[in-house]
């Protein structure tokens, strides 16, 4: 969970609404891991957990044994290998990702459906929305007065019914489960990319002029508050904003900019995660795994999204 997120959870529970406002999600897709540097095997391990699941998810690590962890990951291999050939191809690894990541999405939607479906008529409204997740400040707006403008529910509210507005594709004001899941993750749907494109400009042009500028796209990721040097990778980014993020060179990313960074075209990340994997654990480099490579690197598939960020190892594998 970034600062932002913790932050508005925070005041969400301190003020104690039913639901909370949509958040700004990670700003992009992240070139493949298999350029990164190298890093001790235990470090390594980390940052698959926590890049594939975020800290909190990757937790989850810790409620089975190693050997409960192996026996649970094997069940799954059997799974992914769709034709039971006893290898695991790249493919096979990118479709289950894919599938797993779709079943996260709508399974985080059924768990708060009913916070939001107030009157239980299987569709969410905007007003059941709003008084769910702001009910309270509606209420006692004078408590929010000192809040910051990043926090100000005064911005957020009419974003969110913007967002709502969006994925409400017939215009009825209330949205069945697929209008409803494409609100809560508009990424995972074309239509509403504009719509993240959008928010992700408005939470960084801070000076409101539009556009991106270099200061702004740096400050989004490393507060300088020692006045002390930039850390090396501050730099780099530097480089990367000049060389590859602001395509016209005039010194700011505009929304089409915006849009080629944190939806890269060439990208896809779940043919990205699956060749991760299958490079870290290919002991024979033949460019497929068996069961037994798998279980051989098993911590590195318990953080990956193969394994539906952790959960699918806590679960009898007759579900999946």
Same mark, same amino acid.
Request: proline share 3%; aromatic share 10%.
């Given at each position: 969970?970034?600062?932002?997120?913790?932050?508005?959870?925070?005041?969400?529970?301190?003020?104690?609404?039913?639901?909370?406002?949509?958040?700004?999600?990670?700003?992009?897709?992240?070139?493949?891991?298999?350029?990164?540097?190298?890093?001790?095997?235990?470090?390594?391990?980390?940052?698959?957990?926590?890049?594939?699941?975020?800290?909190?998810?990757?937790?989850?690590?810790?409620?089975?044994?190693?050997?409960?962890?192996?026996?649970?990951?094997?069940?799954?291999?059997?799974?992914?290998?769709?034709?039971?050939?006893?290898?695991?191809?790249?493919?096979?690894?990118?479709?289950?990702?894919?599938?797993?990541?779709?079943?996260?999405?709508?399974?985080?939607?059924?768990?708060?459906?009913?916070?939001?479906?107030?009157?239980?008529?299987?569709?969410?409204?905007?007003?059941?929305?709003?008084?769910?997740?702001?009910?309270?400040?509606?209420?006692?707006?004078?408590?929010?007065?000192?809040?910051?403008?990043?926090?100000?529910?005064?911005?957020?509210?009419?974003?969110?019914?913007?967002?709502?507005?969006?994925?409400?594709?017939?215009?009825?004001?209330?949205?069945?489960?697929?209008?409803?899941?494409?609100?809560?993750?508009?990424?995972?749907?074309?239509?509403?990319?504009? $719509?993240?494109?959008?928010?992700?400009?408005?939470?960084? @042009?801070? =000076?409101? %002029? *539009?556009?991106? /500028?270099? #200061? +702004?796209?740096?400050?989004?990721?490393?507060?300088?508050?020692?006045?002390?040097?930039?850390?090396?990778?501050?730099? $780099?980014?530097?480089?990367?904003?000049?060389?590859?993020? @602001?395509? =016209?060179? %005039? *010194?700011?990313? /505009?929304? #089409? +900019?915006?849009?080629?960074?944190?939806?890269?075209?060439?990208?896809?990340?779940?043919?990205?995660?699956?060749?991760?994997?299958?490079?870290?654990?290919?002991?024979?480099?033949?460019?497929?795994?068996?069961?037994?490579?798998?279980?051989?690197?098993?911590?590195?598939?318990?953080?990956?999204?193969?394994?539906?960020?952790?959960?699918?190892?806590?679960?009898?594998?007759?579900?999946?």
């Amino acid at each position: 969970m970034d600062v932002f997120s913790f932050m508005c959870a925070a005041l969400l529970c301190a003020v104690a609404v039913h639901g909370k406002p949509t958040l700004r999600k990670d700003r992009v897709l992240h070139d493949t891991e298999l350029g990164r540097p190298a890093l001790e095997e235990n470090k390594s391990f980390q940052y698959d957990h926590e890049a594939f699941l975020g800290k909190e998810e990757a937790r989850t690590f810790d409620q089975l044994t190693p050997d409960e962890s192996k026996d649970r990951l094997g069940k799954i291999v059997d799974r992914i290998d769709n034709d039971a050939d006893g290898y695991i191809t790249t493919a096979e690894l990118k479709a289950w990702i894919k599938r797993v990541q779709k079943r996260y999405v709508y399974e985080n939607v059924a768990k708060v459906w009913t916070d939001y479906d107030l009157n239980k008529d299987n569709k969410i409204s905007w007003d059941e929305y709003k008084q769910a997740t702001y009910g309270y400040y509606l209420a006692n707006p004078e408590e929010f007065e000192e809040a910051t403008d990043q926090f100000s529910f005064k911005k957020m509210l009419p974003r969110d019914e913007r967002r709502f507005n969006t994925a409400d594709l017939d215009g009825d004001l209330a949205a069945d489960r697929e209008e409803f899941t494409s609100f809560l993750h508009p990424e995972e749907f074309e239509h509403m990319r504009d $719509t993240v494109v959008l928010e992700t400009l408005e939470d960084i @042009d801070k =000076n409101g %002029d *539009g556009h991106v /500028d270099e #200061d +702004e796209y740096i400050a989004d990721m490393f507060a300088h508050e020692d006045g002390g040097p930039e850390p090396d990778w501050i730099k $780099t980014e530097r480089e990367q904003f000049s060389d590859f993020r @602001d395509l =016209n060179k %005039d *010194g700011k990313m /505009d929304q #089409d +900019e915006i849009r080629h960074w944190i939806m890269p075209q060439d990208y896809d990340h779940a043919q990205a995660e699956a060749r991760h994997l299958v490079y870290e654990s290919d002991q024979d480099k033949d460019q497929m795994l068996t069961k037994e490579e798998i279980l051989e690197n098993w911590n590195m598939f318990v953080g990956s999204q193969a394994t539906n960020y952790g959960e699918d190892l806590t679960k009898n594998h007759d579900e999946l």
